[in-house]
């Protein structure tokens, strides 16, 4: 029992004093608010210097962006955000967007990271320009997902593959399946990344429904896996909220 | 026979730079030992109110704080901050968690009273009430001097902790549940001994007593 009480006042020790009110709600250091008036409530954060946070040794990474950089990509970012309303964004418990550059995880580059409990997505604003309007809503998914846990069933999605497909062990854990680019030829994957893992797979699919409908609704005519997996998104996330949109 | 020695005009001015530099050393010393030397003390009585009923007064070591409760925006909230204060519950109560500049926490019922104070679990104790469900529907603009009721990370577990804010915390709207706002003493708040190092504050300062002006 007394080894347990000096844990906890070393926990108590630790904690940081100069922890600003934003820290207080998020648990990420050094941020300021960059954009608290969007039409769906959003609240953007700006990094103003770099951040390290994670529950295994602070793994995610985070640098400082000047406003200027921010206000290049703010009008495309909002744009997209804007694409789900209040309502909506309560059910995924997503409120705050925190907007850094060099996002990474473990050390690997990542384009953004959700943090459901925490109501809060991390995005990379230097993140690749051909990809980067498209993560916006791929890690929207994941909070979709964690969100709605029961609605997503893992195993049920893998059964619309090939019977001698396996995704990866994790989603960074192959290094031939991180590519982002829509396959030419999608055999019921619609980009390389979406054979890493079901819930990466489900994340591609729903980011090309919003960001590129028609072109993919195309391609899953001549893909029937993709079809499937196409349906499975769409029915799921009329469960959620009836009035979704794609 | 002893002669007498004349100060040289560079003595006199070492004395006298001696004697300025113990008056500003003395002077220092009390304003360093009284932390309260230049914080205006209210006197409510003195003041008029438009909403008596909802007026309470908090009194820290460094002076009355005058608190205008809102019971339109956050009506189970106040019911319970007022309950609380009118039982006298928050007497002797410590401000256990203080961030400079950002915010005073005050309210653990349990682990933080004057008497038995337990600096292992402070923070974490409740009133014996039971919790009590977050308002968070009306808009409230979350300035400094704001007062609003604590919770743990989920919502709907507000009891007694509330804390006063320093700053403006405009992304606290919608996360925590308003009672009310300083209107007079902010600066007694600003006082409330703090930690550079931590948040928790050992042998802290104490709430002496909290009461409605009717």
Same mark, same amino acid.
């Given at each position: 029992?007394?080894?347990?009480?000096?844990?906890?006042?070393?926990?108590?020790?630790?904690?940081?004093?100069?922890?600003?009110?934003?820290?207080?709600?998020?648990?990420?250091?050094?941020?300021?608010?960059?954009?608290?008036?969007?039409?769906?409530?959003?609240?953007?954060?700006?990094?103003?210097?770099?951040?390290?946070?994670?529950?295994?040794?602070?793994?995610?990474?985070?640098?400082?962006?000047?406003?200027?950089?921010?206000?290049?990509?703010?009008?495309?970012?909002?744009?997209?955000?804007?694409?789900?309303?209040?309502?909506?964004?309560?059910?995924?418990?997503?409120?705050?967007?925190?907007?850094?550059?060099?996002?990474?995880?473990?050390?690997?580059?990542?384009?953004?990271?959700?943090?459901?409990?925490?109501?809060?997505?991390?995005?990379?604003?230097?993140?690749?320009?051909?990809?980067?309007?498209?993560?916006?809503?791929?890690?929207?998914?994941?909070?979709?997902?964690?969100?709605?846990?029961?609605?997503?069933?893992?195993?049920?999605?893998?059964?619309?593959?090939?019977?001698?497909?396996?995704?990866?062990?994790?989603?960074?854990?192959?290094?031939?399946?991180?590519?982002?680019?829509?396959?030419?030829?999608?055999?019921?994957?619609?980009?390389?990344?979406?054979?890493?893992?079901?819930?990466?797979?489900?994340?591609?699919?729903?980011?090309?429904?919003?960001?590129?409908?028609?072109?993919?609704?195309?391609?899953?005519?001549?893909?029937?896996?993709?079809?499937?997996?196409?349906?499975?998104?769409?029915?799921?996330?009329?469960?959620?909220?009836?009035?979704?949109?794609? | 026979?002893?002669?007498?020695?004349?100060?040289?005009?560079?003595?006199?001015?070492?004395?006298?730079?001696?004697?300025?530099?113990? $008056? &500003?050393?003395?002077?220092?010393? /009390?304003?360093?030992?009284?932390?309260?030397? +230049?914080?205006?003390?209210? %006197?409510?009585? =003195?003041?008029?109110?438009?909403?008596?009923?909802?007026?309470?007064?908090?009194?820290?070591?460094?002076?009355?704080? $005058? &608190?205008?409760?809102?019971?339109? /925006?956050?009506?189970?909230?106040?019911?319970? +901050?007022?309950?609380?204060? %009118?039982?006298? =519950?928050?007497?002797?109560?410590?401000?256990?968690?203080?961030?400079?500049?950002?915010?005073?926490?005050?309210?653990?019922?349990?682990?933080?009273?004057?008497?038995?104070?337990?600096?292992?679990?402070?923070?974490?104790?409740?009133?014996?009430?039971?919790?009590?469900?977050?308002?968070?529907?009306?808009?409230?603009?979350?300035?400094?001097?704001?007062?609003?009721?604590?919770?743990?990370?989920?919502?709907?577990?507000?009891?007694?902790?509330?804390?006063?804010?320093?700053?403006?915390?405009?992304?606290?709207?919608?996360?925590?549940?308003?009672?009310?706002?300083?209107?007079?003493?902010?600066?007694?708040?600003?006082?409330?001994?703090?930690?550079?190092?931590?948040?928790?504050?050992?042998?802290?300062?104490?709430?002496?007593?909290?009461?409605?002006?009717?």
């Amino acid at each position: 029992m007394k080894f347990l009480k000096i844990i906890l006042l070393l926990f108590i020790l630790i904690s940081p004093s100069n922890a600003n009110t934003i820290y207080n709600l998020i648990k990420i250091p050094n941020l300021e608010i960059y954009n608290n008036k969007s039409i769906n409530g959003i609240k953007y954060l700006r990094a103003y210097k770099p951040f390290q946070v994670g529950v295994r040794n602070d793994n995610v990474t985070c640098f400082n962006s000047n406003i200027q950089t921010i206000d290049e990509k703010f009008k495309l970012i909002e744009e997209n955000f804007n694409k789900y309303n209040s309502d909506f964004l309560k059910k995924i418990n997503l409120k705050y967007v925190v907007l850094c550059e060099n996002l990474s995880v473990s050390e690997i580059d990542a384009g953004g990271v959700p943090n459901h409990r925490m109501k809060t997505l991390i995005i990379n604003i230097k993140f690749e320009k051909k990809h980067f309007q498209r993560i916006l809503h791929h890690e929207v998914f994941h909070l979709i997902n964690q969100s709605y846990k029961d609605l997503f069933v893992y195993d049920n999605w893998k059964d619309f593959n090939h019977k001698k497909f396996n995704y990866a062990e994790c989603s960074t854990c192959s290094s031939d399946r991180l590519n982002l680019s829509l396959l030419e030829e999608t055999k019921g994957f619609l980009t390389e990344y979406s054979m890493s893992t079901p819930s990466e797979d489900m994340a591609e699919i729903f980011s090309f429904l919003i960001t590129e409908k028609k072109n993919i609704e195309n391609k899953a005519l001549k893909d029937p896996v993709l079809k499937k997996k196409i349906s499975y998104i769409k029915k799921t996330l009329l469960k959620i909220d009836q009035e979704f949109k794609f | 026979m002893i002669k007498k020695i004349k100060q040289t005009k560079l003595e006199k001015i070492l004395l006298i730079f001696i004697i300025i530099l113990a $008056i &500003i050393a003395f002077g220092s010393l /009390i304003t360093i030992k009284n932390k309260c030397l +230049f914080v205006k003390n209210y %006197n409510p009585e =003195k003041l008029k109110f438009k909403n008596s009923e909802n007026i309470a007064i908090l009194n820290a070591p460094c002076g009355n704080v $005058i &608190i205008e409760l809102y019971p339109n /925006i956050s009506p189970n909230s106040v019911k319970r +901050f007022k309950m609380l204060i %009118n039982s006298g =519950k928050y007497n002797n109560v410590a401000f256990h968690r203080v961030i400079k500049n950002v915010l005073v926490q005050a309210g653990d019922l349990e682990f933080g009273k004057k008497k038995n104070l337990n600096y292992t679990y402070i923070g974490t104790g409740s009133s014996g009430y039971g919790t009590i469900n977050s308002e968070l529907d009306i808009s409230f603009d979350f300035k400094k001097g704001s007062v609003a009721l604590s919770r743990t990370e989920k919502k709907n577990t507000e009891d007694s902790q509330f804390f006063i804010l320093l700053e403006d915390a405009p992304l606290f709207e919608g996360e925590y549940s308003p009672v009310g706002k300083v209107i007079y003493g902010l600066e007694v708040l600003q006082k409330v001994k703090y930690n550079d190092k931590v948040e928790y504050v050992l042998r802290p300062d104490f709430i002496n007593t909290f009461k409605m002006l009717k």
